[in-house]
């Protein structure tokens, strides 16, 4: 009985040191095989704001640790906010089904695309809104992406990477930009976007404003209407200019609230870089063709 037993404890621990093997064996296979796809996945992704080398992708895996776990959260809004309405009255739900979105830094949709018409009617607009004198907003490459171009402001008043507003995703149709909390927060209710993983405020803001969002591509007609309806809350929270308003109007339409959140917000952000790197020492026009 004695020598049955110890029989059975040696075979049990010869089992246990086999399997003890395969895992050390197989262990740095399978995680080489998991980099290395989500490696390709990174790729995939296309140019954005971080490099698409080894070591972007590593600062990209870092910086996931410490994003946000839920981006459809909104974004609350301290009582001593000025102003703590936005520019928004109110959205209609998009239909559908939110698309699949991946990544920090390039972060794309991966679903429910823009096709080229919509995206070129897209581009469009907001260059319209660049050339109307009265909005005061420039054309330049994005301090964000740095790959793509977005609408700036002149004079901004709220602090964004070197005035930005928004920026569109030619790969996608999709856009970054950022808002007032309350505006983001009507949007999020609708189902228009989503919460960027880094807009977390604090040290994340040498990356992205508190207030940065993903807008999804517009598929149809009416939802380029809604976007356009969202990227005209981005303008006036970022130069406090309201675009839809009369010409003659226009450029003096600017909330003194909203400057004096400017002025009071931390300055060690991401949008105090300098201009040359923001994209001010020339301009680049708009992608037309995806």
Known sequence: MDLDLYSKSFTSEGHF????????LTLPILTAFYVYHDYKA???L???GTPSTPLGYLKVKTLGLLSLRDPLRPLPIPSH????????????????ERPLVQGIAPQRQQAQKSD???YEQLVERMRAYAQEPANMLLERTSCFEKNSSGLFASVPITRTCGGEICHAHPSDGSLHLTLHPADAKIMLENGWGERH??????WFRRFVPREFVLIYAPRTEKDLHIVMQIVAASIW????VDVNADAEA???RRSADVAAIGQAMEGNECWACKAHACGAGGVEKMTGNV
């Open 46 to 48: 296309g140019p954005g």
């Open 116 to 118: 080229e018409k919509m």
């Open 250 to 252: 226009r450029g003096r």
């Open 81 to 96: 906010f000025r102003p703590q309405k936005g520019y928004l009255e109110s959205l209609p739900t998009r239909s559908g």
């Open 237 to 240: 929270w970022v130069s406090g």
């Open 17 to 24: 040191r086999v399997l003890t093997t395969l895992l050390v």
């Open 197 to 202: 993983p880094l807009a977390k405020g604090g």
């Open 42 to 44: 990174f790729l995939s």
